[in-house]
């Protein structure tokens, strides 16, 4: 088998990329190792940028997301008793969509097959070979045989347990990470959301986060300690943290089925640089960012914009120059989004070992931003997101 572009993983970034190469007559593969309805059932992101969602809607998949999205025009923090609202449309003139990843996904792989452009599921990439010669090819395995995909490029698009990042000696990569002292148990249950925006609360026990997915079901995130057993945690204990934790006058969570129940780690990560001869890394396979800040999705579809461009100047002008600036380019977000997911972050959860003093602070930093238009601009214009280059891309 032969390709232009084997991009490895059906994630948000491998099938955005597959989508926009197909559209200017690139040929490209996707290999993904799950199942279809694995990937269309995995519980993941919810929330969309402003430019990432109007990116999705030009390029002829936002029929569906404009219908069942959420518009969003702020999010509420809550502390110390009480809740303020960071106002995004009068700070920045924008706002957010809730739309679950697995939405996307699912838009992503019916627009994939509906082009007939080959998506192969249940198909594990083993392994990416020549790509610093100019001639990659991809080792893929298929039930029990192992087929080899020769290719131009090879888009690394496998999240972060992916195998292109290790294609490369450790000795040629730079990776920057850390750890964080707590991970998310996160529900979604079919209730009511108890708020038609996201709260985020930072309380003395800890973290909690409300969002949702549809009028009809919540999304619920409590921070706890990495390591967490889920079987300690049954319903009954979550319902009751999370009334604790996001309590404020007049407020009622509604209770219900939980249909999910989850632990995420959270860790910030990243690997420089993101291209090695004719492979590209892109989302999660070159960085990770805690989820407070909702930034995972929308930088991994930023990558693919720069990727996309890249490879139309390749394949239409044989021109390398914008895949020799890839990694450049991406990372200038990348470390943006870091350095605010990171913010973010410990804005509003207890650390285990936080000193009294800690805990004061971090009330006097909430109650900074609260009484600054300024503060809460900043975080409206990276909630919302940065501005996104979509030239030559939306036509
Ligand atoms: P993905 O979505 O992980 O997709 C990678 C795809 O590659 C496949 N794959 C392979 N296929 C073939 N051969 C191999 N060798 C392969 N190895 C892997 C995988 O099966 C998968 O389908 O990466 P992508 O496309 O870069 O998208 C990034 C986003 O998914 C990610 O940033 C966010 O979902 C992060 N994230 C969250 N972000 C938020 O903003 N809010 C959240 O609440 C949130 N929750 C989460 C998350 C990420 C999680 N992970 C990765 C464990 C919850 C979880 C559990
Ligand atoms: C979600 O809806 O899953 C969600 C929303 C906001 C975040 C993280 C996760 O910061």
């Known amino acids: 088998m032969r390709t232009q572009v084997a991009i490895i993983g059906a994630g948000p970034a491998g099938l955005l990329l597959g989508h926009l190469l197909h559209r200017r007559g690139i040929d490209t593969l996707i290999l993904e190792r799950h199942s279809r309805s694995y990937i269309e059932r995995r519980i993941r992101a919810g929330v969309l940028e402003h430019d ?75 392994a990416v070979e020549g790509h610093c010669d100019g001639r990659p090819e991809v080792r893929v395995r298929r039930g029990d045989r192992i087929e080899t995909v020769a290719a131009e490029v090879v888009a690394g698009c496998d999240g972060f347990h992916g195998i292109a990042r290790a294609a490369v000696p450790s000795s040629l990569r730079r990776e920057y990470q850390k750890q964080y002292p707590y991970a998310w148990l996160g529900i979604l249950a079919r209730a009511a959301p108890a708020s038609d925006e996201l709260i985020y609360a930072c309380h003395e026990r800890g973290f909690a986060l409300l969002s949702m997915r549809s009028p009809t079901l919540s999304r619920l995130y409590i921070q706890v300690p990495p ?26 969570l509604e209770r219900g089925e939980v249909v999910q129940k989850d632990l995420t780690r959270m860790r910030s990560f990243v690997v420089e640089p993101m291209r090695w001869g004719r492979l590209v890394l892109a989302g999660d396979a070159a960085h990770i960012v805690p989820p407070t800040g909702a930034k995972g999705l929308n930088l991994a579809v930023a990558d693919v914009t720069h990727l996309a461009r890249a490879l139309f100047a390749f394949f239409e002008e044989g021109r390398e120059e914008g895949l020799e600036a890839y990694s450049r380019l991406c990372l200038e977000r990348v470390w943006k989004v870091q350095h605010f997911s990171w913010w973010m972050t410990q804005m509003l959860h207890r650390a285990p070992d936080a000193s009294p003093f800690d805990h004061r602070r971090q009330l006097g930093e909430l109650a900074a931003l609260s009484a600054s238009r300024a503060a809460q601009a900043w975080l409206a214009e990276n909630y919302t997101g940065l501005p996104l280059d979509v030239s030559g891309i939306v036509d």
Do not use: C, N
């Open 52 to 126: 990432v969602a109007e990116l999705f809607a030009a390029v002829g998949l936002g029929e569906r997301m404009r219908r069942e999205g959420l518009a969003h025009g702020g999010i509420h923090l809550r502390f110390a008793g009480q809740t303020v609202r960071i106002d995004f449309r009068s700070l920045v003139g924008r706002g957010i969509l809730v739309y679950g990843q697995h939405e996307l996904v699912k838009d992503l792989v019916r627009a994939r097959l509906a082009s007939g452009a080959p998506l192969w599921f249940e198909a594990e990439a083993v």
């Open 227 to 252: 390591g967490t057993d889920l079987a300690a945690w049954p319903d009954e204990r979550v319902w009751e943290e999370l009334e604790l934790r996001l309590s404020a006058p007049g407020f009622r």
